[in-house]
């Protein structure tokens, strides 16, 4: 480690500008929206659970499929509002 060449300032700033970056502006933002996601997701759990204890004709009458309730509990709780965000491609 002795024999590295130190970078030039102009190069250091740089460097340090960007963790501080990240650390104060990309990080947070990051961890909010993994915080959303597991929000969505455990309201999803919620709904299908609650939505599978229901009967056939009761899901009927809400308009709603025994073979849909996967996705409609996912819709409810956004969690597949991202789905056609190009970011996730």
Do not use: C, W
Request: net charge negative; proline share 4%.
């Amino acid at each position: 480690m002795a024999n590295q060449t130190p970078l030039p300032f102009e190069e250091e700033a740089k460097l340090l500008g960007a963790v501080v970056q990240f650390f104060t502006a990309r990080l947070p933002h990051a961890v909010g929206e993994t915080v959303e996601h597991f929000d969505a997701a455990t309201l999803s759990k919620e709904l299908f659970e609650d939505l599978s204890a229901r009967g056939d004709e009761e899901l009927a009458g809400l308009g709603i499929g025994r073979d849909e309730l996967a996705r409609v509990a996912a819709a409810a709780s956004g969690l597949l509002a991202g789905a056609n965000n190009p970011r996730y491609h």
